[in-house]
């Protein structure tokens, strides 16, 4: 692969940050190093540091999200940045010239980054070839093609519990075929080197050629958890039930969620992650997401830190020296 | 007007006929291959040293965007671009706007085509109103109003009965039925093809099975109707056996495969590449050999450009919601004969494809250098090369997916009906 990387600056420095794939392990550890230093900031009486004071970062939502638009809004207001919210429902833009003439309008407000989240796979891609040279442009999530920041503070997390990542058996346990926090978390996983890496779900929703990037395919979830050190669950739509992919919530709990028996096929010490919201009864029982092994809320607290890093590291302000090359990962 | 083509070397793959000589034109038609006829006095003399003169090419497969869509290209522009690469005939789809399902949208195109007075266009009519898969059409009458075929455009049939009941209902009207195989239902709104880069670029893909099901569907209605159907643009391998197959048991059943097909396979969509989102998609790389070996061993016998030009606007979204297809019917001839640089197919066998066979498939007395035949010739450098530019292509669609590609193969004269075109 030849193509250049427009993730990066002419320097290989991070200029917009849209796939896992792409970025090598050094970049992935400076970010979580990054996230590491921010991490502290929440705690402190004034929640604030003035990396982006001055900036104005938007936050372009193309699709409804809660969790994901608060994280990000306060991890730019944690370091200063003047935030816009911007909600767009999708059949306002069907049409990709009103998709370019929404951001030309919004450049033309001198904005500095766009935080996107948009229904369509390579949306973030397309508006980042498509913005003047000064913006820089973070992937919220895009169709099923990527999440990266999701990725990122699931690997922060992980990091906090299993420092040495070259030690671990991980397993994504749900419907990979429609996530885009799967295929970066895979993206990330194989990246930073981890023992083995697996994916378990019925055949329906194992997308064709997964393999390619990565992990060993499961189709039974007792056999797949055996002696993992992480176990990440996926929510399941709810639109997925009751169709030619899934027959019902009932056999789908009895096949692939996530109980206390089935964990036990886990490490004793294994920790249960997933990106939420979560569906108690669906994929999880509640006995497993309120347990002892369940890391979920850490996860959400780690959100903010990790979108600090990556928002200073992508508007240049903090040093973020060495060479990213373009070979990451191949798949 | 007498035109005598002088210096050339011609190349025939109707009657294999390898040889320099001479080639002179009178009154629209082929008057001589070899010595001018006694007392023949050119008005014009076409210099073709160091060139090839071959038939004019016949394109099985092209979406011309008038009516209804001028915003990506008028029938001047693609004629033109058309001509300039050699190409004499063009088939054209239904999808008009409205589209070529009564002989009045059928006339319209006609007159366009007279007026612009560049290309021969040869219209394919639709075999369903509306390509909505439900009603036949009045296919008869727009077989007298010269439609050369029917076809459904790029919507496969979904529904069983209907293709049977259309392709026994072409076959009494002695019309080849064109088909677009690619089940709906498995398409499933896919986008590119299924494999680990779609999976990697989560896009919605569709599976080749998508095609291979529907061309078997076909071949088996065709052998029950006794119907003669040409598979328009197939993109896997599979089907390639299937369809050689069929024809080893005696079906009349043909095949072409679009051009950027040979060139390309699904990881040109990588990053998003919206000007590599083709209708089929583009396949494994194991597909696309295998479409070059179809040409080579006959199964397939046409090679089409798929012509599709569109606006900036329909290639500038994210990848899932721009518009499929590519502008190609310029640079036809010239990725034909890469594959004759790339030693995949002979020159004979490149030209055959693009002349005699295709011409064999409409049913038309065309593309082959033979006197008194129609004079659509095509007269091209194979050793002066061409880099391919959007910025500089005469379609008014610029969506190249072969942006700087340099090739062999550049087209110095066209002659549509003796007549030069291109120049003009």
């Not at chain 1, 890391?295 to 590291?313: C, D, E, K, N, Y």
Request: charged share 20%; glycine share 8%.
């Amino acid at each position: 692969m030849t193509q250049t990387n427009i993730q990066l600056d002419k320097n290989g420095h991070l200029k917009h940050f849209l796939s896992i794939y792409g970025l090598d392990r050094d970049l992935l550890m400076r970010i979580l190093d990054h996230a590491r230093s921010f991490a502290g900031v929440g705690e402190r009486a004034v929640k604030k540091v003035p990396l982006l004071r001055g900036k104005t970062i938007v936050n372009l939502f193309f699709e409804p999200s809660t969790r994901t638009r608060t994280t990000f809004e306060l991890a730019a207001k944690r370091l200063s940045a003047d935030v816009l919210n911007i909600n767009i429902s999708s059949s306002a833009t069907k049409k990709g010239e009103s998709l370019l003439d929404t951001l030309q309008t919004l450049e033309a407000m001198h904005c500095d980054m766009f935080v996107v989240r948009h229904a369509k796979s390579g949306a973030a891609h397309y508006i980042a070839g498509k913005v003047a040279p000064h913006i820089s442009v973070i992937n919220g999530g895009d169709g099923r093609h990527s999440h990266p920041t999701q990725a990122m503070l699931d690997m922060f997390t992980i990091r906090q519990h299993k420092p040495d990542f070259s030690r671990l058996k991980v397993a994504i346990v749900g419907d990979i075929l429609h996530s885009r926090v799967a295929r970066s978390e895979i993206h990330a996983l194989t990246t930073l080197g981890v023992e083995e890496l697996r994916v378990i779900g019925p055949r329906t929703l194992i997308p064709t050629g997964i393999e390619a990037m990565g992990p060993r395919v499961f189709h039974n979830l007792e056999q797949g958890l055996e002696d993992v050190d992480v176990v990440i669950m996926l929510r399941l739509q709810h639109e997925r039930m009751r169709s030619a992919l899934l027959p019902s919530e009932h056999e789908y709990f009895s096949l692939y969620g996530l109980t206390p028996q089935k964990l036990a096929n886990a490490k004793p010490d294994a920790i249960v992650m997933h990106p939420g919201p979560i569906n108690r009864g669906i994929e999880i029982d509640s006995s497993v997401a309120d347990g002892k092994q369940s890391v979920i809320l850490q996860q959400v607290s780690h959100g903010i830190a990790v979108r600090m890093a990556v928002m200073a590291m992508t508007m240049g302000t903090l040093a973020d020296t060495g060479t990213a090359t373009e070979s990451g990962h191949e798949d | 007007m007498k035109i005598s083509i002088l210096n050339g070397h011609l190349l025939d793959p109707a009657s294999q006929l390898d040889k320099k000589q001479a080639l002179h034109v009178a009154d629209g038609e082929i008057a001589a291959l070899g010595r001018a006829p006694a007392g023949f006095q050119p008005d014009l003399e076409i210099d073709a040293k160091d060139c090839i003169v071959c038939p004019g090419l016949i394109d099985l497969c092209t979406h011309l965007p008038e009516p209804g869509r001028e915003h990506k290209g008028s029938m001047a522009s693609e004629t033109l671009a058309a001509v300039s690469g050699g190409v004499t005939s063009l088939c054209c789809q239904p999808d008009t706007l409205p589209i070529l399902d009564n002989p009045a949208v059928a006339e319209l195109v006609h007159q366009r085509a007279r007026q612009v007075n560049r290309a021969r266009v040869l219209p394919l009519a639709a075999l369903t109103e509306g390509l909505a898969g439900k009603t036949l059409t009045d296919m008869n009458a727009m077989k007298t109003m010269g439609c050369i075929g029917v076809s459904n455009g790029n919507r496969d049939i979904a529904n069983a009965e209907v293709l049977r009941r259309a392709l026994e209902y072409a076959a009494s009207c002695d019309m080849t039925v064109f088909l677009f195989c690619e089940d709906p239902d498995l398409k499933n709104n896919g986008v590119v093809h299924e494999g680990s880069l779609a999976t990697r670029l989560g896009l919605p893909a569709i599976p080749a099975s998508a095609e291979i099901l529907s061309v078997s569907r076909a071949l088996l209605l065709a052998e029950q109707t006794g119907a003669r159907i040409h598979i328009s643009r197939i993109s896997c391998g599979d089907s390639v056996a299937m369809i050689k197959a069929a024809q080893t048991r005696g079906l009349p059943v043909t095949a072409d495969v679009a051009i950027s097909h040979l060139h390309l396979d699904d990881t040109a969509v990588d990053e998003f590449n919206a000007l590599c989102h083709l209708a089929p998609p583009l396949r494994a790389e194991s597909d696309r050999q295998a479409l070059i070996a179809g040409l080579r061993d006959g199964s397939i016998s046409a090679i089409c450009s798929d012509h599709f030009p569109h606006d900036v606007d329909a290639k500038s979204a994210p990848f899932s919601q721009t518009e499929a297809g590519a502008s190609t019917v310029e640079h036809l001839l010239a990725l034909s004969l890469k594959l004759v640089t790339d030693k995949q197919l002979s020159s004979m066998q490149a030209l055959a494809a693009l002349s005699c066979q295709p011409a064999h498939i409409i049913g038309l007395d065309l593309g082959r250098l033979a006197p008194g035949l129609p004079a659509d010739i095509c007269i091209f450098n194979p050793r002066e090369a061409v880099t391919i530019q959007a910025a500089d292509m005469l379609s008014q669609g610029k969506n190249t997916p072969f942006e700087d590609w340099t090739i062999n193969g550049k087209v110095n004269h066209t002659l549509v009906n003796g007549r030069p075109v291109y120049p003009a």
